[in-house]
């Protein structure tokens, strides 16, 4: 008997030593996101005392070994991680040949993501149209301050060769944290436009957002009026600049950048001229509601789902413009979710 129970106890440990083996290695999947596709990957390793670790990139956002807590198996099946930083999670479920992982990216909502064994490297694609050296041009890594809001922020300033001043482009990202690229699926569209505009005699400032590479600040706490007296702060530093044109600097918007552009040359008599690439045509509000139906609708929710999302998105911006002296509090904004949820049957609700 004594002898039996060791030996059970053996091929116990030597099963679920298995059962970690199997989920072992780099994973690779595609989470659509409603607008674009975006790569995740895991690399799941196995640790001491029978525990798994893991960690996740998702290269088309620039982001790489980001650690997943809580990495548990049930059934020797299913496996959940956390990415806390995140508030996400990832729920799934192993195939009996062990070569998938079908499941789910949970954060606010569940995504399907199914991952497939990868040899560990994630394909990454030729990007011909960044610029390559030598450069016909001076390369300042430059920082400046924002005074109003006591932080600094830190660019790359692109000079043409050649004496005397030249005129100036200051680039303002779109909306969302950015770098100094604007970099988005392994492009850098900054960089791209900073390289032509200055190789054809125009010097060009492009920054890291506050809060993003190597600028001061907190991006999750900052309005676009924030942004805002970030770009004055460049326009105050390029005007003493000793190699630029002061009465002729320009602003570049992409985006959200497409905004703030018009907002500091209406009030900035140094600022000579504005680009705006993509900017928005609408008021904000309807900007917003369009680009949230037309996401949950690739979504796949139901038009009746839309119908009640919509009308209830209208009420909340509409109390958020009426409400001038920051009244407004999270409850206020609970009350008019439930009234309008009530519209949806009890399973959409939760």
Known sequence: MKYLIISTLFLLIGTSLQAQSDWAGTWEGNLNVGTQELR??????QGDNNTLTALMDSPDQMAYDLKMDDVTIKKGKEISMRLAAAKAQFVG??????QRIKGNWIQGMPLPLELKRSKGKSNDFVRPQEPTAPFPYTIE???YENKK???TLAGTLTIPEGEGKHPVVVLISGSGPQDRDESILKHKPFWVLADYWTRNGFAVLRFD????????GDFAKATSADFATDVEAAVHFLKKHDRINAKKIGLAGHSEGGMIAPMVASGNKNVAFIVLLAGPGVPGKELLLKQSYDIMKQQGFEESELSVVQKTSRKIYD?????TKDELGVGDIVKLVKVDAEELDEATQK
């Open 141 to 143: 890594e430059v920082k």
């Open 209 to 216: 957002d506050r809060g993003v590479g190597e600028s001061e």
């Open 40 to 45: 995740i990957v895991f690399h799941i390793k």
């Open 93 to 98: 479920e192993l195939s009996e040949d062990k």
């Open 319 to 323: 109390a958020i413009i009426k409400d």
């Open 149 to 151: 809001a006591k932080i």
